[in-house]
């Protein structure tokens, strides 16, 4: 009986698996401290910008733009950096996510092939699909694990397609 709940909940993580890893990502892949410092840096420029007049000290208000200019300039060479290793990891927690599930399923596919999840009684007749139900078990009127995990992947990400 665990069986059914197991390949359940595997199949759902397989479907929502690129929602959570994008939902996880926030928490490893932060902003780097170059550029906490930066965004702080600007902050500060901005608001001493923001006091200095431009027509009395126009030298001065010149200069600190500038620094403005090159802080930001630095803030995207040190953001697109951040981004190109929050890729990595996104791509990483994802199929490497998506890899571990897959073989959970292939291992608990191979090992329990010949097993039934659910066992009908003989009022039950599913032909002409019932070979494909049953396969590789073989029992009739029954369901198979490898076709319990087919049904459960397709009905997840079924469910998966719906959820924004």
């Not at 007049?53 to 403005?68: F, G, P, Q, W």
């Not at 010949?114 to 029992?139: C, D, H, Q, R």
């Not at 319990?148 to 998966?160: E, K, Q, S, Y």
Request: net charge positive; charged share 20%.
């Amino acid at each position: 009986m665990y069986l059914i709940f197991v390949i359940s909940f595997l199949c759902l993580l397989m479907a929502f698996a690129s929602k959570i890893s994008k939902t996880v990502l926030p928490f490893i892949c932060g902003d780097s401290a170059e550029v906490k410092t930066l965004k702080k840096e600007i902050s500060q420029l901005r608001t001493e910008l923001a006091k200095i007049s431009m027509r009395d000290e126009y030298i001065k208000y010149v200069k600190c733009e500038r620094t403005v200019v090159a802080y930001e300039t630095k803030l995207n060479e040190a953001k697109g950096r951040d981004n190109v290793k929050r890729v990595v990891y996104e791509y990483a927690i994802h199929y490497g996510g998506m890899a571990v599930l897959a073989l959970c399923m292939m291992y608990i596919s191979f090992s329990n092939r010949y097993s039934t999840i659910i066992v009908f009684g003989s009022n039950f007749n599913f032909e002409p699909f019932g070979g494909l139900i049953n396969f590789p078990a073989k029992v009739p009127n029954s369901i198979s694990v490898v076709f319990w995990i087919v049904v459960n992947n397709f009905v997840a990400r079924t469910i998966a397609g719906y959820v924004k």
